[in-house]
């Protein structure tokens, strides 16, 4: 009996065991083994309860009387009925304690690492604010958007003082300008007329399109130290993108019937473009005198792209004061500084 008794608290205490679902794969191994321990003293135990049980000593000892005889008999018959239920009880829990053993067997689905989804790379467009003066001027337009870094670390940077020119018989540039259609467009950063097709240069034997002109006030670059008023610079491109910049310089003087036209057209808004029914011819754009200093450079505004062919003509062009101050309203001052040479050979017409 005693037997029994110490067998069932220790089920007692196995129960608690197999209820705790322990929640990690470390702890399931030690859960396993400690099941695995519990079920084979449960089997041990069965094994002893399913013993013949020895009938109680004390009926051999005394001779008993009918009564006493009954009583022992029914004593035994309840004992005997205990150890059946005991026996099936116990069964059940051995059954529950393999149940339990192969529940912590068996491979626990492993719990997935949370995939946090990756942070979305920024797409922080970079910077494309920039300006003549300020937070955002010309020294620091190479480090507001790293396309841009030519405007820092470049070595053939625009505009230039032009001087110390090798005079050569430099080969006239073939200008075939007609008259076409255009728009005008403030851009925030000057005036610029955009051009149709056809009006191209030729220059050392290679034809560039003329794509747009634009005014920088005073004039970007120096002739010998000393800059313009104002300056138009005409930009043309070639079958392969390379530029090629013809840059006329303007003095103060008889008013141009082209700029007028220009300026009659001025769009209302910045960021907006007026495309008048009629036509401009550029030829009044140039001086008559065609003489040029010619050196490579870029172009003199973000991102400052190497590899363009400048032509400056030597011999300026005139607007009137009244046309001058109309630019001046807009754009007081939109000069780039002038850039460092680097030895660059400049030629310049005889
Ligand atoms: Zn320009």
Known sequence: MRAVFLLLGSLLFVGPVNAAEPAEPAANRAAAAEHGAKAGSVAAAIKEVTQPVKPPSVIKEAPMSGADRTLARDAAQREEELGVRLKASLARLEKANIAARQAAQRPRPVPRPRVVPAEPIAMVPHATHWDYEGENGPLRWGRINPAWSQCDSGQRQSPIDIRDGIRVDLEQIYFDYKPARFSVLDNGHTVQVNLGAGNTITVAGKMYELVQFHFHRPSEERINGRNFPMVAHLVHKDADGKLAVVAAMITEGAA???????????????????????????????????????????????????????????????????????????????????????????????
């Open 256 to 350: 141009s019937p082209l700029v007028q036209t220009i300026w009659n057209n001025l769009p209302l808004e910045k960021n907006e473009t007026t495309s008048p029914s009629m036509t401009i011819d550029v030829n009044q754009l140039l001086p008559v005198q065609r003489e040029y200093y010619t050196y490579m450079g870029s172009i003199t505004s973000p991102p400052c792209t190497e590899g363009v062919l400048w032509l400056v003509m030597k011999a300026p062009i005139q607007l009137s004061a009244p046309q001058m101050a109309i630019f001046a309203r807009l754009y007081p001052m939109n000069a780039r500084p002038i850039q460092i040479g680097s030895g660059r050979l400049i030629k310049e017409s005889n």
